[in-house]
């Protein structure tokens, strides 16, 4: 294929951001065969020899419908003639009724089979994407971890492979004129029209009309997300090197802990609780723990999920877990 504006614009941003998409790494492309996925595919290959990239892809079958079997063939034979390898997994009947349960489904074999091939996971998340996340995070009621929505890269496990978003500066209508350009097939999924799909509803209700309100605010709001996303990056080193000046043998200097502001006091705690394997808390228990901890308030303790204790006394701050049975 031709070289285009579209692989002009990704190899200038791939340039200016190499942390996007490292030069000679090896990838696994998440492909389902709508049109965001589809032009990932196209752009990545024929920029792959001046990155040094080399490309495996997968696609995931959900069987929502009667016909996702043979968009896995029809998709397996386009990759065949471009001479890219796919591979097929196949979720077996009723195991992913639910968004929730096909994204979990989706990221675990992405991960397993992106461990195996030693590879990172890249996927055609667009601002679009993220602005929808965005909206239905701050519907439901979202921290800054909610409003970070689909960081550009990410681990995928703690030890694990990263997964990669290089189409966040795109927005749907863009993949559409990609595919068009460069003449790429796409697959349609019927699930993609369900209303009963919360997302989906998003997508045709009510960005549309916040589009035709304010053209662009996709893009502003996938920009906003990833400015929220550095700055808890940065806020959680600064929270790393600040819990290492409170660290004692017993857990944590408590009426160091104690006369900060009750923000950065319950942003500290929750960090420390999970470095130490703690199941997340509920906002308010967490609220209601920092009001506890504050500079001149009596000893304590709290249980907390997962079988621990969290105990105060005098300048300690310990955790403890129960036996079981306890």
């Given at each position: 294929m031709g070289w285009t504006s579209w692989h002009d614009r990704l190899h200038r941003r791939l340039l200016m951001q190499p942390q996007l998409l490292p030069q000679g790494s090896?990838?696994?492309?998440?492909?389902?065969?709508?049109?965001?996925?589809?032009?990932?595919?196209a752009l990545?290959?024929?920029?792959?020899?001046?990155?040094g990239w080399s490309l495996s892809i997968w696609h995931g079958d959900h069987r929502w419908h009667d016909g996702s079997s043979q968009i896995a063939a029809e998709l397996?034979?386009?990759?065949?003639?471009?001479?890219?390898?796919?591979?097929?997994?196949?979720?077996?009947p009723g195991q992913?009724?639910?968004?929730?349960?096909?994204?979990?489904?989706?990221?675990?074999?992405?991960?397993?089979?992106?461990?195996?091939?030693g590879a990172d996971v890249v996927t055609g998340h667009?601002?679009?994407?993220?602005?929808?996340?965005?909206?239905?995070?701050?519907?439901?009621?979202?921290d800054l971890a909610g409003l970070a929505a689909l960081p550009s890269v990410r681990p995928l496990s703690s030890e694990?492979?990263?997964?990669?978003?290089?189409?966040?500066?795109?927005?749907?209508?863009?993949?559409?004129?990609?595919?068009?350009?460069?003449?790429?097939?796409?697959?349609?999924?019927?699930?993609?029209q369900s209303a009963d799909f919360a997302r989906n509803r998003i997508r045709q209700e009510v960005l549309p009309v916040l589009e035709e309100l304010h053209p662009g605010?996709?893009?502003?709001?996938?920009?906003?997300?990833?400015?929220?996303?550095?700055?808890?990056?940065?806020?959680?080193?600064?929270s790393r090197m600040a819990l290492e000046l409170l660290q004692t043998p017993a857990g944590?200097?408590?009426?160091?802990?104690?006369?900060?502001?009750?923000?950065?006091?319950?942003?500290?705690?929750?960090?420390?609780?999970?470095?130490?394997?703690?199941?997340?808390?509920?906002?308010?228990?967490?609220?209601?723990?920092?009001?506890?901890?504050?500079?001149?308030?009596?000893?304590?303790?709290?249980?907390l999920l997962g079988g621990w204790q969290l105990s105060w006394k005098g300048a300690e701050l310990m955790l403890l877990q129960r036996e079981a049975g306890h």
């Amino acid at each position: 294929m031709g070289w285009t504006s579209w692989h002009d614009r990704l190899h200038r941003r791939l340039l200016m951001q190499p942390q996007l998409l490292p030069q000679g790494s090896s990838l696994l492309l998440g492909v389902s065969g709508g049109q965001d996925s589809m032009a990932l595919l196209a752009l990545l290959q024929d920029l792959a020899p001046m990155h040094g990239w080399s490309l495996s892809i997968w696609h995931g079958d959900h069987r929502w419908h009667d016909g996702s079997s043979q968009i896995a063939a029809e998709l397996g034979a386009w990759c065949q003639q471009r001479e890219l390898l796919l591979q097929v997994d196949q979720a077996a009947p009723g195991q992913v009724p639910s968004e929730a349960k096909a994204r979990q489904w989706r990221y675990e074999r992405l991960e397993q089979r992106a461990r195996e091939a030693g590879a990172d996971v890249v996927t055609g998340h667009t601002a679009s994407d993220r602005a929808e996340t965005m909206l239905m995070q701050l519907a439901r009621g979202s921290d800054l971890a909610g409003l970070a929505a689909l960081p550009s890269v990410r681990p995928l496990s703690s030890e694990g492979p990263h997964l990669r978003r290089p189409l966040l500066h795109l927005q749907r209508h863009d993949t559409l004129q990609i595919c068009q350009d460069l003449a790429l097939p796409i697959w349609d999924d019927p699930s993609n029209q369900s209303a009963d799909f919360a997302r989906n509803r998003i997508r045709q209700e009510v960005l549309p009309v916040l589009e035709e309100l304010h053209p662009g605010c996709s893009l502003r709001m996938s920009d906003l997300a990833e400015r929220v996303s550095q700055v808890r990056d940065s806020q959680t080193e600064l929270s790393r090197m600040a819990l290492e000046l409170l660290q004692t043998p017993a857990g944590l200097d408590r009426r160091g802990l104690g006369a900060l502001n009750p923000a950065t006091r319950r942003l500290l705690l929750a960090q420390w609780l999970q470095q130490q394997g703690v199941p997340p808390l509920p906002a308010t228990q967490l609220d209601e723990l920092s009001r506890r901890l504050d500079k001149g308030a009596p000893g304590g303790s709290a249980d907390l999920l997962g079988g621990w204790q969290l105990s105060w006394k005098g300048a300690e701050l310990m955790l403890l877990q129960r036996e079981a049975g306890h």
